[in-house]
T-cell receptor, first 112, second 112 residues
């Protein structure tokens, strides 16, 4: 079964405490991406990756880092979280050629 | 630049009514994909349909139907005989060569 797995699903943390949200896919897809969802703003792209060791900024990359050392994993790193990064985060994986796209279940992050 | 506009922020109808959710997009890519996703109150993103730019054929799946018109850059979604379980936020999305861009979403409420 095609799957994108995000962890943690829920997290409450404090300002400045580094955290990582992991994302793993089992479909061997080249494309992976992170989005944040905020009320009234829809889903906005943070970073995306077209393949291993290839990452690019999306529309709202400030305050985030990513890495793509292997095809299946695409972690999202918040080096020094701030309250404005409180949001619902989604990871996606898909095929560049067919446009097929799968989303994880979402990670709800609260920064106090 | 790519852009997706869902002009209807919220729609409320009575059960069994038909309802159409509008989606208008902008892109310079000649090859692109259009998507609709449903986000129920539980928060996950549920894939509904993917359509590539070369396939303008309308599609029907049960009570759901989609009307893709390149001439007006629109990809509208109609629910026939709506049900309470259709209540959700619906997102239209566009994927070009690299980025996937979402509309702001339409919150659909079906009242019994």
């Amino acid at each position: 079964e095609a799957q994108v797995t995000q962890n943690p699903r829920y997290l409450i943390t404090v300002t400045g405490k580094k955290l990582t949200v992991t994302c793993s896919q089992n479909m061997n897809h080249e494309y992976m991406s992170w989005y944040r969802q905020d009320p009234g703003l829809g889903l906005r792209q943070i970073y995306y990756s077209m393949n291993v060791e290839v990452t690019d900024k999306g529309d709202v990359p400030e305050g985030y880092k990513v890495s793509r050392k292997e095809k299946r994993n695409f972690p999202l790193i918040l080096e020094s979280p701030s309250p404005n990064q409180t949001s619902l985060y989604f990871c996606a994986a898909g095929s560049r050629d067919t446009g097929e796209l799968f989303f994880g279940e979402g990670s709800r992050l609260t920064v106090l | 630049a790519q852009k997706v506009t869902q002009a209807q922020t919220e729609i409320s109808v009575v059960e069994k009514e038909d309802v159409t959710l509008d989606c208008v997009y902008e892109t310079r890519d000649t090859t692109y994909y259009l998507f609709w996703y449903k986000q129920p109150p539980s928060g996950e993103l549920v894939f509904l349909i993917r359509r590539n730019s070369f396939d303008e054929q309308n599609e029907i799946s049960g009570r759901y139907s989609w009307n893709f018109q390149k001439s007006t850059s629109s990809f509208n979604f109609t629910i026939t005989a709506s049900q309470v379980v259709d209540s959700a936020v619906y997102f239209c999305a566009l994927k070009g060569a690299q980025k996937l861009v979402f509309g702001q979403g339409t919150r659909l409420t079906i009242n019994p």
